[in-house]
């Protein structure tokens, strides 16, 4: 599957099983073997402040994980809950335009899911606005072997 249908595939899972996804209208942008990014329009997810909402910008973040975890295992042919188990995000700068959020994959081994064993995954994801970095999020995502 290129990556174009991944992308879709996966907005597509994201509407259907996280409601949220599709009001804060989370786009995939781009994906490649070690990098992924993922953004969202101010306007749904702006607070008092006329500033991205705190909880939009920690959700826009995980999903980015979450997403990039979903990926990776499309490319490993291999399958897998994924949930976060861990997070911790740093609120930098206010995010006044429409921010992308980046990952970098670690190239952690997925084929423990197919011995019917979970894996743990650290990300760290950046959250850009324009060239000014407004945010970072370190997570540990956990794939849990389909029963």
């Known amino acids: 599957m290129d990556e174009s249908s991944l992308l879709k595939q996966l907005q597509k899972t994201w509407y259907q099983t996280i409601p949220v996804s599709q009001f804060m209208q989370i786009t995939p942008l781009e994906f490649s073997k070690h990098g992924f990014s993922v953004t969202a329009p101010l306007a749904p997810n702006v607070n008092l402040h ?82 000014k970095r407004c945010a970072v999020f370190e997570g540990r995502f956990v794939s849990l072997p389909k029963k």
């Open 50 to 131: 006329q500033t991205m909402f705190a909880g939009s910008i920690y959700t826009l973040m995980t999903l980015s994980g979450w997403g990039m975890v979903w990926l990776q295992q499309q490319l490993a042919k291999v399958e897998g809950d994924i949930v976060l188990a861990d997070a911790n995000v740093r609120y930098i700068a206010p995010v006044t335009v429409a921010p992308i959020a980046k990952t970098t994959w670690v190239d952690a081994d997925l084929s423990a899911l197919q011995l019917g064993k979970r894996v743990r995954i650290g990300l760290t994801i950046e959250l850009w606005c324009a060239d």
